[in-house]
């Protein structure tokens, strides 16, 4: 069966330290993968995408995402975090039915 | 920018009460989606919906469950019957096309199931 594991459930980082959020699936086929941000009271947005090609994809405020096959793995980094960067982060696998599943999430602290 | 709404933002009810959830999709969207997360758990999904019809639903979207367009722009999740284990955070999401494409998340009703 599919899934997303994201083994740390919280990470603290300075700000202005770098940053890289653990992401391994299980996925049979040519995984489709996401990475999804959500702060508080707020609704999931899309920070990245990889459905193909380049298997280093850029995304919004910053974030990049490095997917490789061999580890089955999709790992989020940012070179420098920002304070308003905390959230929770989730990753996720799109499957053959369009539907995602998602991990159980990495809650990012940044201290001062 | 277009986005996603829900309504209400948090939703208490008796345990055995009925509940509808409302959503708004982004206006061109075709496909669309509920989602939960009970706390401290993962966003699960529950049904997708297209061309006013459930495309798929989880083990989790039994006979309590129903969802539906009831004009252009709502799309409603309806539980019959609440449970104290319906408590979570339901989440709308809508998609423009079918296949492997980004799908744009609303804020999320809590629901307290007492």
């Known amino acids: 069966a599919q899934s997303v594991t994201q083994p740390d459930i919280h990470i603290t980082v300075s700000e202005g330290a770098s940053l890289e959020l653990r992401c391994n699936y299980s996925?049979?086929?040519?995984?489709?993968l996401f990475w999804y941000v959500q702060s508080p009271g707020q609704g999931l947005q899309l920070l990245l995408k990889?459905?193909?090609?380049?298997?280093l994809v850029q995304g919004i405020k910053g974030f990049e995402a490095e997917f490789k096959r061999s580890q089955s793995s999709f790992n989020l980094r940012k070179p420098s975090v920002h304070w308003s960067d905390a959230a929770e982060y989730f990753c996720?696998?799109?499957?053959?039915?369009?539907?995602?599943?998602f991990g159980s999430g990495t809650r990012l602290l940044v201290r001062p | 920018e277009p986005e996603v709404t829900q309504t209400p933002s948090h939703q208490v009810t008796q345990m055995g009460q009925e509940v509808i959830l409302r959503c708004v999709p982004i206006?061109?969207?075709?496909?669309f989606y509920w989602y939960r997360q009970i706390l401290g758990q993962k966003v699960e999904f529950l049904v997708s919906?297209?061309?006013?019809?459930?495309?798929?639903k989880s083990e989790i979207f039994d006979d309590q469950f129903s969802v539906e367009r009831p004009d252009g722009s709502n799309f409603t999740l309806k539980i019959r019957s609440t449970k104290l284990e319906d408590s979570a955070m339901y989440f709308c999401?809508?998609?423009?096309?079918?296949?492997?494409?980004?799908?744009?998340f609303g804020p999320g009703t809590r629901l307290t199931v007492l």
């Open positions: 999401a809508s998609s423009e096309l079918a296949g492997h494409n980004e799908q744009f």
């Open positions: 996925y049979g086929a040519t995984p489709y």
């Open positions: 990889y459905f193909s090609g380049d298997t």
């Open positions: 996720a696998v799109m499957d053959s039915s369009y539907k995602l599943i």
């Open positions: 206006s061109n969207h075709l496909y």
């Open positions: 919906f297209y061309n006013n019809e459930i495309s798929e």
